[in-house]
């Protein structure tokens, strides 16, 4: 059976995927997930959401802390950088 997830999530980075996109929402896994950390979903966002993650094999996925500044690169996807900083105004 195929396993389905229905998640809302800040920042979905999908490289030479798009096919994977409907109207209706997301339809395979993405290549990055990118989640901003809030103090009133805390467990939920860094440790129910990493389990979730790992069950779909989300190739990697960043926890960012909005009092955090300075750049996240990724590992998966070769140039690929935010500037905390730009973002967190």
Known sequence: MKATLFTYED???LEDRLDIV????IFGTPDLVVKVVSPNTFKKDTED?????????IKEHWLVFPEEKGKVCSKVLEGFCIDLGEVFL
């Open 22 to 25: 409907k109207g209706e929402g």
């Open 49 to 57: 959401k990493r389990r979730i993650y790992a069950q779909f094999s």
């Open 11 to 13: 920042y979905l980075k």
